[in-house]
């Protein structure tokens, strides 16, 4: 059984930065094309990076500039640095293969920026 947790989340200040984490236990993600994925109160989960086994990334138009993917395979880690946040960054932060994988979501990381 795979489970992902996200940590890292907070209340974070416009322009702030912040990173966040996913670790895994059951799976070693670096067999995997892994994604960062956000909800924001009353819409869909978008998608908002990916990152290959080769260290390939992809961003979302909205985060491209600001947001930084990375992974940590020794410690089966998938991390992501937010940098200079807007408030349309608020939301659930989640991470899960890409394609996602339904019964690997877990509870994800609130990030909420305010001043």
């Known amino acids: 059984q795979v489970h992902l947790v996200e940590s890292g989340g907070g209340l974070v200040q416009p322009g702030g930065s912040q990173i966040l984490s996913c670790v895994a236990s059951g799976a070693r993600l670096v067999s995997y094309v892994m994604g960062w994925y956000r909800q924001a109160p009353g819409k869909q989960r978008e998608l908002v990076a990916t990152?290959?086994?080769?260290?390939?990334?992809l961003y979302g138009d909205s985060v491209k500039g600001r947001f930084t993917i990375s992974r940590d395979n020794e410690k089966n880690t998938v991390n992501l640095a937010i940098h200079s946040v807007e408030p349309d960054d608020t939301a659930v932060y989640y991470c899960?293969?890409?394609?996602?994988?339904?019964?690997?979501w877990g509870q994800g990381t609130q990030v909420t920026v305010s001043s």
């Open positions: 899960n293969t890409y394609p996602p994988r339904e019964l690997w």
């Open positions: 990152i290959q086994d080769d260290g390939t990334t």
